[in-house]
């Protein structure tokens, strides 16, 4: 488990990931993620935002 005081530790896809899993399971619906996900690689973004959708999707 994370908590709030570890979050500051992680890399950008790690808080990604972490506040995304924090806000599904806080029962939210989606989140903004244009900085996130837009500033990479077209290859790694697309890994991101389909990882994204999994967690979302309760699949992770």
Not at 23 to 51: V, W
């Amino acid at each position: 488990m994370i908590t709030s005081r570890s979050r500051r530790f992680l890399s950008g896809k790690e808080l990604c990931l972490w506040s995304i899993h924090a806000i599904r399971d806080g029962g939210g619906f989606g989140s903004i993620i244009g900085r996130n996900s837009f500033q990479r690689m077209k290859p790694a973004t697309i890994t991101l935002l389909d990882t994204i959708m999994k967690h979302y999707a309760g699949k992770v």
